[in-house]
T-cell receptor, first 109, second 110 residues
Framework: KNEVEQSPQNLTAQEGEFITINCSYS?????LHWLQQHPGGGIVSLFM???GKKKHGRLIATINIQEKHSSLHITASHPRDSAVYIC???????????FGSGTQLTVLP | DVKVTQSSRYLVKRTGEKVFLECVQD?????MFWYRQDPGLGLRLIYF???????EKGDIPEGYSVSREKKERFSLILESASTNQTSMYLC?????????FGSGTRLTVV
């Protein structure tokens, strides 16, 4: 069993829809990260969470430490949100990352 | 903004060659990492470093070594490149505020 499980694997939405991506983890962590990867490979860090909720523009990330679960929400989705979204947890001496398998999001106009 | 720069975007090397992938960060971060990304396997940790000359093996260190002689530079070395090392390689550095990733090096070993 993977230490970080993400769902769904693929998600297609219409522009304007509310989107939720889920992440569950089974290990002790120092923080949970949501990352975005566009075609071409570059990865951008969206959020780092250790508790509660964070918001940046149309993106909201929440974490429930007791349930070991996090969600990434995108409100009023737009085609430019199309990307792979990756959940990762940091742990260990250097807080190195363990990654989920990613969610390929496609937002259609 | 923190910048993590990987020296090459695309590389093609021959089997058996010694390959150097360079990564430089400009914010005096102590922690630096090398990951590889493969379809179906996701991102996996190869090596990391938490200070100059300090290094630790990650999950898949076989066939790789690293060098960190200066704080800003973390090099990944493929001692004798093999076709199963064809992959996307991503460097990252970390502070207490999170991670910054380089744009990746797509390495093809032929």
């Amino acid at each position: 069993k993977n230490e970080v499980e993400q769902s769904p694997q693929n998600l297609t939405a219409q522009e304007g829809e509310f989107i939720t991506i889920n992440c569950s983890y089974s290990v002790g962590i120092s923080a949970l990260h949501w990352l975005q990867q566009h075609p071409g490979g570059g990865i951008v860090s969206l959020f780092m969470l250790s508790s509660g909720k964070k918001k940046h523009g149309r993106l909201i990330a929440t974490i429930n430490i007791q349930e070991k679960h996090s969600s990434l929400h995108i409100t009023a989705s737009h085609p430019r949100d199309s990307a792979v979204y990756i959940c990762a947890v940091s742990s260990g001496s250097a807080r190195q990352l363990t990654f989920g398998s990613g969610t390929q999001l496609t937002v259609l106009p | 903004d923190v910048k993590v720069t990987q020296s090459s975007r695309y590389l093609v090397k021959r089997t058996g060659e010694k390959v150097f992938l360079e990564c430089v960060q400009d914010m005096d971060h102590e922690n630096m990492f090398w990951y590889r990304q493969d379809p179906g396997l996701g991102l996996r940790l190869i090596y990391f470093s938490y200070d100059v000359k300090m290094k630790e093996k990650g999950d898949i260190p076989e066939g790789y070594s690293v060098s960190r002689e200066k704080k800003e530079r973390f090099s990944l070395i493929l001692e004798s490149a093999s076709t199963n090392q064809t992959s996307m390689y991503l460097c990252a550095s970390r502070t207490g505020y999170g991670y910054t990733f380089g744009s990746g090096t797509r390495l093809t070993v032929v």
